[in-house]
């Protein structure tokens, strides 16, 4: 393995930041991995202990169950420390260099109020105004005293709003609808104002329950065919357009799930309230980076109701010893007599799920979303994590976990399996199945069990979770079966490693004009992960660097690396990753809030791969990608292909835990588990001194995409921080010269040791020349951007018919456009270039765990089965690649022709 090491981040801040230590690598460290032994013989029938904390009469309603415990949202201790910690840390840290008292009053109520209620369904202008006048003169100064009161007592009037709201969709669910109205609704009220008042708000929710009414109705009435491919970058539902998922290499292996993470939920009407923030991937997927460069987790704004699609219909089979999912609801067109009762349950079923969310919100996820608020005020990348929030968040960085390896979800108020992930503790105790029910939890072989029946899932997977080595208890009902047959099972905690977001390779062979064939290598890192402090562990620069070696031995002429979606991550690592490309050297500069500047650099002299270099990107390439991506431009090493610029976040973040402050607690305060603040505190610069902030990186070759049209990017975000540029950085290895347009640029190094191809302006005008002619002339660049264009369409109209004749006839003609585009696609083009996947020992091994697992558990691929998307951006980088490929040896055969002749 090779060893690297880094140059310290230079100093920042002087003043009085003595008193705040970053022991954000200590706090995000994961624990080795010790062996473990799972006992495997459950009790026979155990007796259920419902043990709970606040016992609820049963004549107590859901709402006033609700209203009795906000009462008791109170500041602690601990939350005043953490309070505290992050208003001090802003105000000595972060880039701005601002005190809490320069942030209007107003701005900080208008937040909270906004990201408790983003699409504006609950509050009215008249509370907007009555918690200004309220809380506008002291919000600060409660902040300055560690009291979040005001937050608090929002949410409290919030909460009730929701709740009252849930009585009136409750009523109304229970009446006649109009669906052949001539109304439209206009579902994303992000930018609108707060109504006048609740009445008002009652005609927006009386045209809000049609619109979600229609969302049901249609996949019952005009499902999407279950064969109906989806072009490439095109949006899957009405409304709202999503954002475009990455296009995963060919032949991409099954993605694993987070351990006792919550399986997906139906969707949300939008306006619902935020479950507790986590660390969740913000636009382009920009979360993960520590411990400088920290992307924040936003309180979850909720989204679109998505149209669920019918379940197909399968052939039932005999249960494997482990389980088995119950049979599915047969998939066809119903009538709108049959459908309506069916979408009428799915309403109502939502909405009580949604009133469990309303009314089991805790005190920390209060804190967060308000200190969130406050934070993202300073810029768009600062927040609050809670210590739950602090904990997934390190789960995501080093891609482990410690659980049981099951994922979870809520069906009907029973916490249910529904799925195992290889070689962990579940799977390995042979006596929980899918569909089982886990009845009741119990700390210890010998614990009290606790019920869980109806409890929120988030807190049945704080459960569950806890240190390694240590016992867990659940009490299971296996699947089909009734609460009388129940089990106990005792399993042992361990660190479960997730390979999903590992780094994996393929070797394609591309033939060029002449008939030659060129081995090309491709490399997707979908983040950069790792962890200094255990050198055994993931790290993303020693897989990438496993994968070149393993290329290199099958005869890789050149290699793509594939940064799309990858949001960032560890900076170290992405650092080191360039330091596979280039010799020791710097790799980024940046700037502190006292303007000093200094920079980033790799410090080891080996280079992986010096020939032919591409790197593929699009906007949701963020942070460390765009770090990545620009250093390698700069040395002249890579071309950049793709969108016409990266995401363009351009700050570096410091994650900062509120447990590790030098100062005297009292003794209550020493067990605590702390939260932490993400604090802005450095911008960082390429090294021709320009900023990524904003602008991001602008591509060599652009492809045609939809990315460009949409809203996306940091320039996109509330309070970004703005572009600037410093002076570029003078190094032996870069030589600067100004373009046309007063922009520093290097020019290229002849070195074979680290350059054997070094990008030239001829070069780069050759490539991209060739690369336009194609995509005016090959079938699928047309079939390309008749997609991008019907997207657009999409993503541009805001408001929807609430007439469900009218949209249906809009879903049948949205179903017909996506799979006859999809047909020209896959019709239109050459048959995929030939390929090997390449996969990191570790994740072969995991890979043959996964189809022993799927095989047992009845979950075989059936045959015809749609084949993976067409990974456009991927087959014109393959091209260009060749095209340069094509051109070396041209050039070397011009070179043995003139040394033949001089010889």
Known sequence: MIKRSFSLPFLIGLGCLCLVTLHAREALAPVEVPSVTIPSEPSEQPKLQEVRSEALKPSETPRAQALKSVEKLENTPRSQHETLFLTQTLERMHL?????????????????????????????????????????????????????????????????????????????????????????FQPDRNEMNWEADDKALDAVWESRMTYELINELLPLMAPFEEDTGKAAQV??????????KPTEPEAEEPKETPIEAEAPKPAEPEGSTPEAPKPAEPEAKETKETPVEAEAPKPAEPEEPEEPEEPEAKEPKEAPSVGKAAPEEPKGPLSLEAALPKALERLNKRFAYWRSNVAEFTFDQIQEIFLTSVAQLYDSQSSFFSADSMDDLSSMLHNTLIGIGAVLTDEDGYCTIKDLLPGGPAHLNGNIGLEDKILAIGQGKDGPLEDVVGMKTTKIVKLIRGPENTQVKLLIQPANRDRSVSKEVVLVRKQIELTANLAKAKLFEVTDA???????????IPSFYGDDHNKEGLSSVEDVDELITRLKSLGMEGLILDLR???????????????????????????????????YADTSPYVAWSGPLITLGNRYSASASEIVIGALMDYRRALFVGDKTTHGKGSVQAILNAGNVPILWPPSLRTEKFGAAK????????????????????????????NDLLPIGESALANPIPWDKIGYLKTPLLKPETDKGGHIRFAPIQNPDWNASPITDALVEALKTKSLERQKTLKEFEIFEKSIHWAQEKHERKSFSLNLEERKAQR?????????????????IPAPYPSQEILLKLAQEKKKEREALDKQLNKED?????????????????????????????????VKEVKEKEG
């Open 679 to 706: 604090i802005t505190i450095q911008q960082y610069y390429r090294l021709n001194g320009e900023s990524t902030q904003l602008k991001g990186v602008s591509s060599d070759i652009t492809l045609p995409n939809l």
């Open 235 to 244: 949006p899957t539902r009405e409304g709202t357009p999503e954002a475009p």
């Open 514 to 524: 002449s008939a030659r064939q060129h081995k090309i290598g491709f490399i997707h």
């Open 565 to 599: 979606y990858n949001g960032g991550g560890i900076l170290q690592e992405g650092i080191a990753i360039s330091g596979l490309f280039i010799p020791a050297g710097p790799v980024l500069q940046a700037k502190n809030a006292l303007k000093q500047t200094g920079e």
């Open 812 to 828: 049948e003609l949205d179903a017909v456009f996506i799979k006859e585009n999809d047909k020209q696609l896959r019709e239109g």
């Open 96 to 184: 701005k260099n601002k005190m809490l008292s320069q942030i209007p009053a107003e701005a900080i109520i208008n937040a909270y109020m906004k990201d408790l209620d983003p699409h504006h369904a609950f509050f009215n202008k008249n509370d907007a105004e009555s918690f200004k006048k309220q809380f506008c003169p002291t919000v600060r100064l409660y902040l300055y005293r560690g009291n979040i009161d005001p937050g608090i007592a929002i949410f409290k009037e919030f909460q009730k709003k929701c709740l009252a709201r849930l009585d009136w969709v409750k009523e109304r669910l229970e009446k006649s609808f109009d669906l052949k109205s001539k109304e439209s």
């Open 862 to 894: 059936k045959p015809g089965a749609k084949p993976d998307p067409v990974d456009i951006p991927l087959r014109e980088s393959l091209r260009i690649m060749n095209d340069w490929l094509e051109r070396e040896e041209k050039a070397k055969e011009e």
